[in-house]
């Protein structure tokens, strides 16, 4: 099992290395295309600011690259934002693989960001097998992907949102599963399960 881990201008990559290794798997943080394209697995993580991270990935070519992966791919956070069709952050366009929009939160009532645990619900993807109901996870992040027909778990702050999406072989979630304990490893078991 090869697993490429995307590096491109965006942190976090690094936790997200040492909890597949905390599982026994083996990954290469990369931007080489051809080792992206022969893993098994890719995952495409990030913290950071939307239009910057764009912009690195367009530099190097990795946008078309990713939009063109066939193995099962996971991003998260700015991973998931990154493959929808747009983000308010930086007015930036993104890859378009989740059809709906990212928006700021608004902060009227809450703290923005969210930092912190939250629930994830209504679970409808092999990323969630074996997970209790109303799972606790763990996010950081001002901006989040809008309910749309990819949407496979929900979760509510100031309104209901996506905190997973999935299309064909694209999984996603807002969350940070490195950070979330046994649920969060529970998801990366299930990701490298996936066929």
């Not at 943080?29 to 993580?45: L, M, Q, Y």
Request: net charge neutral.
């Amino acid at each position: 099992m090869s697993i490429a881990i995307i590096k491109y201008n965006a942190g976090n990559v690094q936790s997200v290395l040492y909890a597949l290794q905390r599982l026994g798997v083996n990954a290469i943080v990369t931007d080489n295309a051809d080792e992206i394209i022969k893993a098994d697995k890719v995952i495409f993580p990030g913290v950071g600011h939307a239009n910057a991270a764009m912009q690195y990935l367009k530099e190097r070519e990795l946008d078309r690259l990713i939009v063109s992966l066939k193995q099962p791919v996971l991003g998260i956070c700015l991973g998931l934002q990154l493959l929808c069709n747009h983000s308010e952050e930086g007015d930036t366009r993104c890859l378009g693989i989740f059809d709906t929009v990212v928006k700021l939160f608004p902060s009227k009532d809450v703290k923005v960001p969210q930092i912190g645990w939250n629930n994830i619900y209504d679970y409808k993807s092999p990323l969630f097998a074996n997970l209790p109901n109303d799972a606790y996870v763990y996010f950081v992040h001002s901006y989040y992907a809008a309910l749309c027909k990819e949407t496979v778990a929900t979760t509510n702050y100031v309104l209901p949102y996506s905190s997973a999406l999935q299309k064909d072989n694209f999984y996603a979630v807002q969350f940070h599963p490195e950070k979330s304990g046994t649920i969060g490893e529970t998801i990366l078991k299930n990701f490298i399960n996936i066929k």
